[in-house]
């Protein structure tokens, strides 16, 4: 191993132009290669992306001994057998989230990075930036362990941000892991579980399909945690763009818009409202993809510790199955390990 991370980035996904810049601006990174499963594709990628080498299969990336790290932002259900492949091959590995679609491949993949001394940690990039983690700290200060209701929310217009024939696009897929949930609404439930440092107890969802496709276009939540703490969520295809969450106490409430550090050109206060008025916790200026790349690099060339556990995927994971299952059976799920 080297002082520099070699990227090989595995796919041509459109999350690339977030994450690739990051790994440039990081003086301890390159990227170095790129693959598709189409020769022609990925060689034009990788010249419109100033990228040195491209490759035909993903196997190639892999067996290229001069790449050191894989981004994979391939869609859901492929994440578990190349994250697998990969970690036999000796990369250490990003891979965007869900880690995997079901609990079992998720304990095989972090098992398998153990086993092979590989670094795998999962995308949810807006867990290293700094707002995130002062947010934390905040809650924790002004609740002291006190909340009563959390309200998140996530969505946007896919047709706006696709086009109007949206069935190219592996989030109309149920077969490769589509639907609201699993894509943002994955977001959310991270963030009021990291909110409430705690696992629901029992959970309820129900959800509408995308209009013509069998994924899930509107998709609502309410999850109990210990303690009675009630959090209520959307995540939506379907409706303008949210990205805010709310946190209620007996005494004061917390309004953080912007919850999952996307835009950075633009500064969003967190509002605390209690007895005293309204107040504000001004923003901090960082490129979430750009601290999630440098925490990377921080673990597998400073042998730092990781900020989130692996952990965390799996009970990410387990709180979203539990969730379609109630909207499927229209019951309430008690969650339990």
């Known amino acids: 191993m080297t002082d520099r991370l070699r990227w090989g980035i595995l796919s041509t996904a459109d999350i690339n132009n977030l994450v690739i810049p990051a790994i440039r601006k990081n003086p301890r990174c390159e990227v170095r290669a790129v693959a598709s499963r189409d020769a022609d594709k990925a060689r034009k990628y990788a010249s419109s992306n100033g990228i ?52 079992k491949d998720c304990v095989e993949m972090i098992d398998t990075a153990k086993e092979n001394n590989i670094f795998l940690q999962e995308g949810f990039m807006y867990r290293y930036h700094p707002r995130t983690q002062k947010i934390k700290q905040v809650v924790e200060s002004i609740f002291d362990k006190n909340i009563k209701y959390i309200n998140g929310a996530f969505s946007y217009s896919y047709q706006e941000a696709y086009g109007k024939n ?76 949210e990205t805010k969450t709310e946190i209620f106490g007996e005494m004061c409430s917390l309004t953080i818009p912007q919850s999952y550090c996307l835009v950075w050109d633009k500064k969003e206060p967190v509002y605390v409202t209690n007895s005293e008025g309204i107040k504000t916790i001004e923003d901090m200026d960082a490129n979430a993809y750009e601290m999630e790349i440098d925490h990377f690099c921080d673990c597998v060339l400073d042998r730092k510790d990781r900020v989130v556990a692996l952990d965390d995927a799996v009970d990410n994971i387990r709180v979203i199955q539990a969730l379609l299952m109630s909207a499927k059976q229209g019951c309430v799920v008690r969650m339990g390990r």
């Open 166 to 241: 949206p069935v190219t696009n592996y989030r109309m897929s149920p077969e490769m892991g589509g639907g609201c949930l699993w894509d943002i609404g994955s977001y959310v439930v991270n963030f009021i579980r990291y909110l409430t440092g705690s696992e629901p107890i029992e959970v309820l969802g129900s959800r509408s399909n995308y209009p013509g496709y069998q994924v899930d276009g509107l998709f609502c939540g309410v999850m109990r945690f210990p303690g009675d703490i009630m959090a209520q969520f959307m995540c939506s295809y379907l409706l303008p763009q």
């Open 52 to 103: 040195p080498i491209s490759y035909g299969s993903y196997d190639q990336l892999l067996d290229d001994d001069q790449i050191d790290a894989i981004y994979i932002s391939l869609p859901n259900t492929l994440h578990h057998d190349w994250c697998v492949k990969a970690a036999k091959a000796g990369k250490h590995i990003l891979c965007e989230k869900p880690l995997a679609m079901t609990i």
